[in-house]
């Protein structure tokens, strides 16, 4: 199988507290991106990152990229109830059209 | 609300029955995702159109098919259904026809029993 894989599958953490969750995958990258999702509805693209960049940012959320370890981690500081969700590293890899591969997802609770 | 529109949002049927999906992209997008989502196999990617032509194909059973419309609304078509098959399946849309920011509907659940 092409998909990559996260880890944590499952991350627990306090408000306030920061979460770092770590992708991998197999072949070479045009881009990376994160996705979100609440429990059984449809995905929310956080943030995309390109294979000549190394790092992102987006409020309070931190994407870094290293394409030699072909790994990204998504840290989400200052994390809130809100951001309790499951998040997906879903790879973009060249001539395979616009084909995102995802990962197995990190579940996320965050508890006030 | 991501501007794509999936319907049903549930459906029930029967082993052995035939399902359509239906998708609207959002306006002024081109290409058109189907990815199925299950506890066992995650989310895998299933087929893409751009613009009216299949673009990218994935581990899409033969029973299965899809086709976007010149308006491109797309619809994924489910035969000879199998309790496997029970799954949410999204669509998604972009504006370009590789890699970008992809948008996703709320899903339709099936379920076959």
């Known amino acids: 199988s092409q998909q990559g894989e996260e880890d944590p599958q499952a991350l627990s953490i306090q408000e306030g507290e920061n979460a770092t969750m770590n992708c991998s995958y197999k072949?070479?990258?045009?881009?990376l991106q994160w996705y979100r999702q609440n429990s059984g509805r449809g995905l929310v693209h956080l943030i995309l990152i390109r294979s000549n960049e190394r790092e992102k940012h987006s409020g309070r959320l931190r994407v870094t990229l290293d394409t030699s370890k072909k790994s990204s981690s998504l840290l989400i500081t200052a994390s809130r109830a809100a951001d309790t969700a499951s998040y997906f590293c879903a790879t973009d890899h060249y001539n395979q059209g616009g084909k995102l591969i995802f990962g197995q997802g990190t579940e996320l609770s965050v508890k006030p | 609300d991501s501007g794509v529109t999936q319907t049903p949002k549930h459906l029930i049927t029967a082993t052995g029955q035939r399902v359509t999906l239906r998708c609207s992209p959002r306006s002024g997008d081109l290409s058109v995702y189907w990815y199925q989502q299950s506890l066992d196999q995650g989310l895998q990617f299933l087929i893409q159109y751009y613009n009216g032509e299949e673009r990218a194909k994935g581990n899409i059973l033969e029973r299965f098919s899809a086709q976007q419309f010149p308006d491109l609304h797309s619809e994924l078509n489910l035969s000879s259904l199998e309790l496997g098959d029970s799954a949410l399946y999204f669509c998604?849309?972009?504006?370009?026809?590789?890699?970008?920011?992809?948008?996703f509907g709320q899903g339709t659940r099936l379920t076959v029993v």
């Open positions: 998604a849309s972009s504006g370009g026809q590789d890699g970008t920011e992809a948008f």
């Open positions: 072949t070479s990258i045009n881009n």
